[in-house]
C-alpha cells in the first residue's frame, strides 16, 4: 500500500514539475517587445563588438559581456523563431510561387530587412531556400547564444520593403524590422 501511494505522490510531483518546465518556455513573443529588444541588442554590439561575449583569448568570460543581457531577453521574451513557427512555410512557398519582387513607392535609401533569428541551421537553410525562391538576396550570420541572423534585401523602395517585411511576419517571424546598418 505504501508503495502505491509513494508512487501516487512521485506522479503528482513530476505532473508539477513537468508543468513548470511548460510555463517557462517562452511563448510567442509580442512583436513590438520583440523590435525593441532586437534593436537593443543591435545597440549593445554595436558598441561592444569586441568583447561581447568575451574575446578570442578568453570566449567565455567570468562576467558576461554586455551584450548577453539583451540576448537572454530575447530568449526570455520568445523572439527567436523555432521550427514549429516555420511549419507553413512550404505552403506560403506553393502560394507565393512565380512571385517577383518589385519596386513600388518612395524611393529609399539602400535597406535590409532583419527577418528574424533561427535555433537551428537547418532551419536557416529552409528560410535562405523559402526568400531566394521569390527573388531576395540572403545573408546568414552567427548570434552567439542565440542562433542565426537572417538577413534579406537589398529594398531601394518603401514598396518592395513592406512587402518584404509582410512575407516575413506571414513566414513566422515575430519582428521583421528594416536595416541600413546592415549590407547583403
Known amino acids: 500500500m505504501r508503495s ?3 508512487g501516487g505522490v512521485l506522479l503528482v510531483m513530476l505532473g508539477g514539475c513537468s508543468a513548470g ?3 517557462d518556455q517562452p511563448s510567442r513573443g509580442d512583436p513590438d517587445t520583440c523590435l525593441a529588444l532586437f534593436q537593443s541588442y543591435d545597440r549593445a554590439v554595436r558598441t561592444y563588438p569586441a568583447n561581447a561575449f568575451g574575446s578570442d583569448d578568453n570566449p567565455a568570460p567570468m ?14 521574451e520568445g523572439c527567436r523563431t523555432s521550427s514549429a513557427d516555420l511549419d507553413g512555410l512550404p505552403e506560403l512557398a506553393a502560394r ?9 513607392g518612395a524611393t ?15 532551419d ?11 527573388g531576395y538576396g ?7 547564444t542565440l542562433g542565426r541572423r537572417l538577413y534579406v534585401g537589398t529594398f531601394t523602395s518603401q514598396g518592395a520593403l513592406d512587402e518584404a517585411m509582410a512575407i516575413a511576419r ?15
Open 96 to 104: 507565393l510561387a512565380g512571385h517577383q519582387v518589385v519596386n513600388s
Open 108 to 122: 529609399i535609401r539602400p535597406t535590409v530587412v532583419h527577418v528574424g533569428i533561427v535555433t537551428g541551421i537547418e
Open 124 to 134: 536557416e537553410r529552409e528560410v535562405t531556400r523559402f526568400f531566394r525562391g521569390l
Open 4 to 6: 502505491l501511494i509513494a
Open 138 to 144: 540572403t545573408r546568414g550570420t552567427g548570434a552567439p
Open 63 to 76: 562576467v558576461p559581456g554586455p551584450v548577453s543581457r539583451p540576448a537572454r531577453l530575447l530568449i526570455k
Open 170 to 184: 506571414e513566414a513566422g517571424f515575430v519582428a521583421p524590422m528594416a536595416t541600413t546598418r546592415t549590407r547583403l
Open 21 to 23: 518546465i511548460l510555463a
